[in-house]
């Protein structure tokens, strides 16, 4: 029903559920399990401190490479009680479309979603990008315009950002599970709060990406509108699999 009475012990008995079964694929090497709960280390390039502009890294229960978007004033996320507060892009280890099945599940919340624009998914592996100029993606996330309003988002092959309004208006302090998952034949479905919604490469062309195309998971928050959203991410699973919780 409505009743949001058990919510937060639903929340963590899905978290130590995903805990349980993210074990099954913690010896894969493509695998990227964290649940931003341990301690977190941070560094800035050639073992320095981090900075607030260009690549930094992480590591927490996973290994991370994040990047400060515009002018950033913090030098790392922020590690908090309900996971870890995001005002930057992060993007960890590679998939090969048609080697296998793979995906990407994160839960996120904001205090206040009209003051950011967020992304969760898979882009092309290469230099980080501040517009997210990638020449393939496929994320689920919301867009500075209309950041209250989740869409999905497909590039291929370098060919314009189609975005695709799910209808969903995001409630301010609601958590919300993303999945963005790829078949062996590089078809891309997108889930929010377990609901699929259609992801396309051009008009209504569904995105599938080409064989042989290398796509890392990205994680992406951008603050707009002057406002301080406080967007915080608490479980993040990369997988060689799109039926993990099947």
């Given at each position: 029903?409505?009743?949001?009475?058990?919510?937060?012990?639903?929340?963590?008995?899905?978290?130590?559920?995903?805990?349980?079964?993210?074990?099954?694929?913690?010896?894969?090497?493509?695998?990227?399990?964290?649940?931003?709960?341990?301690?977190?280390?941070?560094?800035?390039?050639?073992?320095?401190?981090?900075?607030?502009?260009?690549?930094?890294?992480?590591?927490?229960?996973?290994?991370?490479?994040?990047?400060?978007i515009g002018s950033a004033t913090l030098t790392t996320p922020t590690p908090g009680n309900a996971g870890l507060i995001l005002d930057q892009d992060?993007?960890?280890?590679?998939?090969?479309?048609?080697?296998?099945?793979?995906?990407?599940?994160?839960?996120?919340?904001?205090?206040?979603?009209?003051?950011?624009?967020?992304?969760?998914?898979?882009?092309?592996?290469?230099?980080?990008?501040?517009?997210?100029?990638?020449?393939?993606?496929?994320?689920?996330?919301?867009?500075?315009?209309?950041?209250?309003?989740?869409?999905?988002?497909?590039?291929?092959?370098?060919?314009?950002?189609?975005?695709?309004?799910?209808g969903v208006t995001l409630t301010n302090a609601a958590n919300y599970s993303v999945e963005v998952l790829v078949n062996k034949a590089g078809v891309v479905t997108c889930k929010l709060n377990d609901v699929v919604y259609p992801v396309y490469s051009v008009g209504t062309t569904p995105l599938v990406f080409t064989a042989g195309t290398i796509l890392i998971p990205t994680f992406r928050a951008v603050n707009v509108g002057g406002l301080t959203p406080v967007t915080t991410i608490s479980e993040v699973l990369a997988l060689p699999t799109s039926t993990w919780k099947a």
């Amino acid at each position: 029903g409505a009743s949001v009475t058990s919510l937060a012990g639903y929340i963590a008995f899905e978290r130590a559920m995903h805990r349980g079964l993210a074990t099954q694929y913690a010896t894969d090497p493509s695998s990227q399990i964290d649940f931003l709960d341990n301690v977190i280390l941070f560094q800035g390039a050639a073992g320095a401190v981090p900075t607030a502009t260009g690549e930094n890294k992480m590591l927490s229960d996973a290994k991370w490479v994040y990047n400060q978007i515009g002018s950033a004033t913090l030098t790392t996320p922020t590690p908090g009680n309900a996971g870890l507060i995001l005002d930057q892009d992060l993007a960890p280890k590679e998939f090969v479309v048609g080697k296998n099945d793979f995906s990407v599940f994160a839960r996120i919340t904001a205090t206040s979603w009209a003051g950011c624009a967020w992304q969760i998914g898979f882009r092309t592996k290469a230099a980080h990008s501040a517009t997210f100029a990638y020449s393939n993606l496929a994320v689920v996330g919301s867009l500075a315009a209309s950041p209250t309003l989740v869409s999905t988002q497909g590039i291929l092959a370098s060919a314009t950002l189609v975005a695709t309004s799910t209808g969903v208006t995001l409630t301010n302090a609601a958590n919300y599970s993303v999945e963005v998952l790829v078949n062996k034949a590089g078809v891309v479905t997108c889930k929010l709060n377990d609901v699929v919604y259609p992801v396309y490469s051009v008009g209504t062309t569904p995105l599938v990406f080409t064989a042989g195309t290398i796509l890392i998971p990205t994680f992406r928050a951008v603050n707009v509108g002057g406002l301080t959203p406080v967007t915080t991410i608490s479980e993040v699973l990369a997988l060689p699999t799109s039926t993990w919780k099947a």
